[in-house]
């Protein structure tokens, strides 16, 4: 645990189990409208599989994880693995199970736009990361800050301690995927490079969306 004591009131910590509520809000913030988020706010039974899902995406392969917490709240998160580094926080991820449930009882419109993001926003980070994924040394999985409690440093903070973490993995570049809807000036301004784009086209039954996502790096 670090205490940022430029910082007044902020404590740099290890993701824990009771985090997750706040993680989930985090995302629903960050990703919220490029992920069709907003369509489901009347329904949240199914907000809740959808952000339990999403947030299972980052869990999974995160070998290190630190939350920002800010008077006592958690306003940032960042996740992150290094190539060969075994995951730890699976053990947060909830059983699938209930969430399978809840997908699969919502009305059809709902499951076929569920079915149609998800496949094409992986469609799209696929196509970004062929040929490139296996020459990294690693990848940041979630980095988000809530936008309440930007320019405290929070973000830099928070960097910093990933940083920290992938020099002592002697990693020599980093990736992470971001789209139009994220806090990309944040990547922009500290160091990373956007080396790809691709739009991902979702054909929901509300109609046609298009979302930019984008490939950075970053080399140390």
């Not at 800010?70 to 730890?88: F, H, I, M, N, Q």
């Not at 076929?112 to 490139?132: C, P, V």
Request: hydrophobic content about 40%; glycine content about 6%.
């Amino acid at each position: 645990m670090i205490d940022c004591g430029l910082m007044n009131n902020v404590i740099i910590r290890e993701v824990e189990e009771k985090d997750l509520p706040a993680l989930k809000l985090l995302i629903a913030e960050a990703f919220g409208i490029g992920w069709n988020l907003e369509r489901y706010a009347q329904n949240s039974a199914l907000t809740e599989a959808l952000l339990d899902i999403y947030l299972s995406i980052f869990l999974e392969p995160a070998a290190f994880g630190r939350v920002a917490e800010l008077d006592g709240k958690v306003v940032g998160v960042v996740l992150c693995s290094a190539k060969d580094e075994s995951p730890k926080f699976k053990h947060l991820i909830k059983d699938v199970m209930p969430n399978t449930l809840t997908l699969l009882s919502a009305a059809e419109d709902e499951r076929t736009d569920i079915t149609e993001h998800i496949s094409m926003s992986f469609q799209a980070i696929t196509k970004l990361l062929e040929n490139r994924a296996d020459t990294y040394d690693g990848s940041l999985e979630l980095f988000v800050v809530t936008e309440s409690a930007r320019g405290r440093k929070l973000g830099k903070a928070l960097w910093n301690e990933a940083c920290g973490y992938f020099n002592s993995q002697k990693a020599k570049s980093i990736y992470l995927i971001a789209d139009e809807k994220c806090n990309v000036g944040f990547y922009d301004n500290n160091g990373f490079s956007r080396v790809a784009a691709n739009e991902a086209v979702h054909n929901y039954t509300t109609g046609q969306r298009k979302n930019n996502i984008f490939l950075y790096e970053y080399q140390f």
